[in-house]
């Protein structure tokens, strides 16, 4: 399957735009390639690792009433 290729526009101060052709020129890369990379390393980063511990913490409460919390919203929200 072929797939055409979208073209993404956007302005930069001339401090950013300073710095992205200082990194192009670095890396002997084209701006283009430069900001390529950059979305690229952006996305990829940007993601939720599901085997981060964090995501299997297991919450211990000392109140032993399931329902202490919906109590707590009745008194807090008067409902109920």
Same mark, same amino acid.
Do not use: C, W
């Given at each position: 399957?072929?797939? *055409?290729?979208k073209?993404?526009q956007?302005?930069?101060?001339p401090?950013?735009?300073?710095? #992205? $052709?200082d990194?192009?020129t670095q890396? !002997?890369?084209?701006i @283009? ?10 996305? *990829?980063s940007?993601?939720? !690792?599901?085997? !981060?511990?964090y995501f299997? #913490?297991v919450?211990?409460s000392?109140?032993?009433?399931e *329902?202490?919390?919906?109590? $707590?919203?009745q008194?807090?929200? @008067?409902?109920?």
């Amino acid at each position: 399957m072929k797939y *055409k290729e979208k073209v993404v526009q956007t302005t930069l101060s001339p401090e950013e735009h300073a710095i #992205l $052709v200082d990194y192009a020129t670095q890396h !002997d890369i084209s701006i @283009k390639e430069a900001v390529r990379r950059a979305i690229f390393n952006l996305l *990829k980063s940007d993601t939720i !690792d599901e085997n !981060d511990p964090y995501f299997n #913490l297991v919450v211990k409460s000392r109140i032993k009433d399931e *329902k202490a919390s919906q109590e $707590v919203d009745q008194i807090i929200y @008067k409902t109920g």
